[in-house]
């Protein structure tokens, strides 16, 4: 599997094309609809779903459009699923002080549940912390990580569903991936970086 990042430079999130063959997931679709569908079609690619690390409306911000033009379902963990419908729980009203909503996903996944792309597969982690469902996703050597791990740092955790102690045990359960210092990670905000450094430069657990 390879993915393909569309690298968000202003507060939104990065989206990601998780990459089989021609066949692809739309991963955290928080860009312009035109930014994302420039990338699938200059790479020659077919979606086939929308899967998200998490619930926040800057990794939605695009979702339903992109569910639109592709009539692709949309997966998100059970515990996040409430947010996509809320702009109370997705922080766009905190943000901003007005409503953002889409509709609820498709389908909903726990943690060891497998995404199927092309001919390949994500395996979900539930990582908890920055939301109740935040997940991250691993194929090969590459690991999805959304707003819990980034390269130097972590999400927040003073958003709905957000608590420290519990991403801080979700980091710790990182550390028993093995061959953390060759598994890339892919995060929903900033630049890849290897598993194991981004897990040493979170200085505090």
């Known amino acids: 599997m390879e ?11 990065n989206t990601l094309l998780a990459v089989s063959g021609k066949n692809c997931a739309i991963i955290d ?14 790479n020659g690619l077919y979606p086939s779903s929308i899967v998200l690390t998490h619930g926040h409306f800057d990794h939605i911000f695009s979702l339903d459009l992109m569910r639109d033009e592709y009539n692709i379902p949309v ?24 409503r953002f909503e889409q509709k609820a996903a498709d389908y909903t996944f726990v943690d060891g549940d497998k995404i199927k792309i092309g001919d390949e597969f994500l395996t979900v982690i539930h990582t908890p912390g920055h939301s109740k469902g935040s997940s991250c996703f691993m194929c090969d050597n590459i690991l999805v990580t959304g707003d819990t791990l980034f390269a130097a740092g972590i999400g927040r955790t003073d958003l709905h569903g957000g608590d420290p102690q519990t991403i801080f045990k979700s980091l710790a359960d990182m550390r028993n991936i093995e061959n953390a210092s060759d598994i890339m990670i892919y995060p929903g905000h900033g630049g890849p970086a290897k598993l194991q450094r981004a897990l040493d430069n979170v200085l505090y657990y």
């Open 29 to 42: 679709p928080g860009l312009e609809k035109n930014v994302i569908k420039d990338a699938i079609d200059k």
């Open 75 to 98: 997966y998100v963990h059970a515990e996040d699923n409430e947010m996509l419908t809320s702009s109370e729980k997705n922080a766009f009203s905190f943000f901003f002080g007005s």
């Open 3 to 13: 993915i393909i990042p569309i690298i968000s430079r202003d507060y939104r999130s």
